[in-house]
């Protein structure tokens, strides 16, 4: 297995977004902040639960104190590529958020390579609108999600919308275009 450092899981994660996330309009919100370089990207190390924990809760604080941040995107290089074991690490976080008082201030979403919406099939194309290169956890502004939701005429429509275009693209393309955000990682650190 090849070795990346934080760079490369950086790298790969950027164009995971430009090119699915943002290419594709799986999150319409995205694509003004990645053109104001307003999100950050930390890599975490850490191969135990709580040492993570620890980290999103640093991150919460790091963005209490620097607003132009809008958003982190916390990617995990080792410790939970199980999904079912990112789903604990998940789990765990909610509270843990909820516990240090910033329910309501900041949300999570989550992706990771073999993310499975709970009622889907392993191979249903719909799951690559949450399959990242690496397994991330995105730390969300609530107040910020608020006020760009209030301009999108059908919120509730989205995660509809992307799941009928991943599967009309098929699961060939989204497999492909995960691949391709580690290969284009490749041809710009040789």
Known sequence: MTH???DHLITATQNWLEQVIIGHNFCPFAVREFKRNSIRY???TDKKIAAMLETLVLECKYLDTHPQTETTLVIFSTGVSQFERFLDLLDLANALLIKQGY???YQLASFHPDYCFADADLDDPANYTNRSP???LHLIREASLERVLEKVAAPA???ERNISH???LGLNAMQLMLKNCYSHDDDNNE
């Open 4 to 6: 990346y450092n934080s």
């Open 42 to 44: 930390l890599v975490n």
């Open 103 to 105: 329910e309501g201030i």
């Open 134 to 136: 690496y397994p991330t």
């Open 157 to 159: 429509a989205i995660p």
């Open 166 to 168: 991943a599967r009309e």
